[in-house]
């Protein structure tokens, strides 16, 4: 601790368990728990970042689940009945998209059955944001260059897996295809800014890869996501500012035993964003934005979608908020099945439109009051229309 740029805190525990009499279906054993620290801090703050590793172990329970119906907009999840047989069953619920099916939220409840586990975490956080060392200083092109450039890298890793069998310590194996695995969580997340605080232009790219598995009641779930997005912006006309964005997404579900939910998506998009802003009074936006969506297989769907937004204040204490969206979709599955809700959005094939507009007024110095309506017409189905008020208390 005593160095200012580089510290690092370390403990460790060495646990025996001896049993007294041999009745208790326990096994004697002993284990190793530890936990390792860093934190750096360079060239004047520049360079900033600290990483976590970390090694435990326990009993880990069997969990199962079930779902358990909400008020409307309080759950997280819909109910889908894909057989049209009227049972709610476990591969009949997904997301929900929109607020009016959310209905159900997901409880996890544990079993007596528990295994003994192994447990695994480590994550970092580095930054190198160079325009802190060199503020106000002038000088070749590189020192301009770096000035304007920004960087974050982020790691988490979270592991379980039977206690029986090797330990895993290297965190950046990823997810080992093993039958001893109970659970992974791994998040990381990299990106690179040119001129990131310029109110002028810049560009940011960005890459996101998500991955995990549980072992639920009825084996094994693995998700996986992987986003590449490139992002320009710019804003020569002060009150216009134009966006670009690509982006390039992989989506995979694997579910052994419920083959109707296993996709593997491969998306990609364009959209150009258009806003005007003038001062705090009013903000108007329009986009477009293409997606095409190809499923490993021959499901494939294409996205046309146009949005217009705005909001406008009237004074310090009221504004309204409102957006319509077109979506023209073309696609070549079913789209009432688990496959065609994710792929589409919840949307349908043809014309879709969805409209939301909010009113939000501050009555006193501490009570708000918000009024929200939302509305959706998707392809051949009926019209969807959606109010809600809420009144907060700020204290």
């Known amino acids: ?89 476990l591969n009949e619920f997904e997301v929900a998209k929109f607020r009016d099916q959310a209905k159900f939220l997901r409880i996890f409840t544990p079993t007596n059955e528990f295994i003994r586990s192994n447990n695994l975490q480590f994550n970092y956080t580095l930054i190198f944001n160079p325009s802190i060392a060199l503020e106000g200083h002038e000088g070749s092109v590189l020192k301009s260059f770096l000035k304007r450039l920004y960087l974050l890298s982020a790691l988490q890793v979270a592991q379980k897996q039977l206690a029986s069998g090797e330990r895993i310590l290297n965190p950046f194996k990823g997810m080992i295809q093993d039958t001893s695995l109970i659970t992974f969580d791994q998040v990381q997340s990299h990106s690179a800014s040119f001129n990131k605080f310029s109110q002028v232009w810049g560009m940011d790219l960005n890459f996101l890869q998500s991955s995990n598995r549980a072992f639920l009641s009825y084996g094994y779930e693995t998700r996986r996501l992987r986003d590449f997005s490139l992002k320009i912006r710019s804003n020569w006309l002060k009150m216009f500012t134009i966006d670009l964005i690509g982006r390039l997404n992989r989506n995979i579900l694997e579910t052994p035993n ?118 959706r017409r998707s392809g051949s189905s009926g019209l969807v229309n959606i109010g809600r008020a809420q009144i907060r208390a700020i204290l």
Not at 64 to 88: A, C, K, L, M, R
Not at 309 to 337: D, P
Not at 343 to 360: A, E, I, V, Y
């Open 1 to 89: 601790m005593s160095n200012d740029h580089h510290q690092v805190r370390f403990n460790a525990t060495y646990r025996k368990l001896n049993l007294a009499n041999n009745i208790a279906s326990t096994l004697a054993d002993e284990s190793m728990l530890g936990r390792l620290e860093y934190f750096t801090d360079l060239w004047k703050g520049a360079i900033a970042g600290n990483a976590l590793y970390e090694l435990g172990g326990g009993q880990e329970p069997r969990r199962d689940f079930t779902y358990i119906e909400v008020p409307v907009g309080q759950g997280e999840y819909t109910w889908i009945d894909f057989n049209s047989d009227g049972i709610q069953q």
């Open 258 to 375: 419920f083959g109707n939910r296993n996709f593997n998506i491969l998306s990609r998009a364009i959209e150009l964003r258009i806003t005007f802003t003038r001062g705090t009074t009013l903000r108007l936006q329009s986009s477009y934005k293409w997606d095409k969506k190809q499923n490993k297989g021959p499901e494939n769907a294409m996205i046309n979608s146009l949005t217009l937004e705005g909001k406008y204040n009237l004074v310090s204490n009221t504004s309204i908020t409102s957006r319509i969206t077109f979506s023209n979709i073309q696609f070549n599955g079913i789209a009432y099945s688990s496959l065609g809700y994710v792929m589409l959005d919840g949307l349908q094939s043809g014309k879709n439109f969805l409209w939301t507009m909010d009113l939000t007024k501050r009555i006193s110095s501490f009570i708000e009051m918000s009024v929200q309506y939302e509305g």
